[in-house]
């Protein structure tokens, strides 16, 4: 049997804390919940970890997020010798901001990315301090300098970044919001997320159940630390955090 999780981080990536109720805990003591903040490791995206507040003030150190047989059920997975919690048992929630904070900028500077270098993503990864976008490129005649001043472009002008519902039939209508060469998103429920950058959209828009920050400004100075050959024509960008830099 799989749960259904209210995934809050969909509606407010801001959400530091929220009360939540014990649903289900696996046989591996993974603990899902009514509803939840922590983002599940999906999309490149890394999972978030944190603490849960029990009643008597106690806490339980969670390690990781991932989802269980459906994208909806999401499993909290405790550190090591954590104490075990109850089915019923109520708790508060409480991610690991400052780590949250980072994964959404970075999320966000990997959409500018695909922006500036507008090809077929064949590959991603988001993590605190070092990401990476992988596109099918037949031309290696970019190069860092030119992406990030690019970037730093996108980044000054302090875009908004927003999220809005699409239906199944709109997505089959424009296929050019996906990017993906290789991974469709999820069809059948009737809404599909896109993740749009600029007034209305005017930057970019595409499927995504990430969560990033509400501006373009937001993500601070980023640049390309690497542009690596992966294949004849697939090129492994990696972006940082900070100036580029100096040679």
């Given at each position: 049997?799989?749960?259904?999780?209210?995934?809050?981080?969909?509606?407010?990536?801001?959400?530091?804390?929220?009360?939540?109720?014990?649903?289900?805990?696996?046989?591996?003591?993974?603990?899902?919940?009514?509803?939840?903040?922590?983002?599940?490791?999906?999309?490149?995206?890394?999972?978030?970890?944190?603490?849960?507040?029990?009643?008597?003030?106690?806490?339980?150190?969670?390690?990781?997020?991932?989802?269980g047989e459906t994208k909806d059920e999401i499993i909290h997975v405790p550190a090591p010798a954590q104490a075990?919690?109850?089915?019923?048992?109520?708790?508060?929630?409480?991610?690991?901001?400052?780590?949250?904070?980072?994964?959404?900028?970075m999320h966000a500077a990997c959409h500018l990315l695909t922006v500036v270098c507008p090809f077929p993503i064949?590959?991603?990864?988001?993590?605190?301090?070092?990401?990476?976008?992988?596109?099918?490129?037949?031309?290696?005649?970019?190069?860092?300098?030119?992406?990030?001043?690019?970037?730093?472009?996108?980044?000054?002008?302090?875009?908004?970044?927003?999220?809005?519902?699409?239906?199944?039939?709109?997505?089959?209508?424009?296929?050019?919001?996906?990017?993906?060469?290789?991974?469709?998103?999820?069809?059948?429920?009737?809404?599909?997320?896109?993740?749009?950058?600029?007034?209305?959209?005017?930057?970019?828009?595409?499927?995504?159940?990430?969560?990033?920050?509400?501006?373009?400004?937001?993500?601070?100075?980023?640049?390309?630390?690497?542009?690596?050959?992966?294949?004849?024509?697939?090129?492994?960008?990696?972006?940082r955090f900070g100036p580029m830099p100096a040679n």
């Amino acid at each position: 049997m799989a749960y259904r999780t209210e995934a809050l981080f969909r509606d407010d990536a801001y959400l530091k804390t929220a009360d939540a109720t014990v649903v289900a805990v696996n046989d591996r003591g993974g603990i899902i919940f009514d509803r939840t903040i922590f983002y599940a490791t999906s999309g490149g995206q890394l999972g978030d970890s944190g603490a849960l507040e029990r009643a008597d003030g106690s806490r339980i150190e969670i390690a990781a997020t991932i989802t269980g047989e459906t994208k909806d059920e999401i499993i909290h997975v405790p550190a090591p010798a954590q104490a075990a919690l109850a089915v019923g048992e109520k708790v508060k929630l409480a991610i690991d901001w400052e780590r949250r904070h980072l994964l959404m900028r970075m999320h966000a500077a990997c959409h500018l990315l695909t922006v500036v270098c507008p090809f077929p993503i064949t590959g991603a990864s988001v993590s605190e301090d070092d990401s990476r976008v992988d596109f099918d490129i037949p031309d290696a005649s970019f190069t860092g300098e030119e992406v990030t001043a690019g970037l730093m472009d996108l980044v000054r002008a302090d875009h908004p970044i927003f999220t809005r519902l699409i239906s199944d039939e709109e997505l089959a209508a424009n296929p050019g919001l996906v990017k993906s060469k290789n991974v469709r998103p999820p069809v059948g429920t009737g809404k599909i997320r896109l993740v749009c950058i600029g007034e209305n959209a005017s930057v970019d828009s595409q499927p995504c159940g990430g969560t990033h920050v509400k501006s373009t400004g937001e993500v601070g100075e980023i640049h390309i630390g690497k542009i690596e050959k992966k294949g004849r024509e697939n090129r492994r960008f990696r972006i940082r955090f900070g100036p580029m830099p100096a040679n």
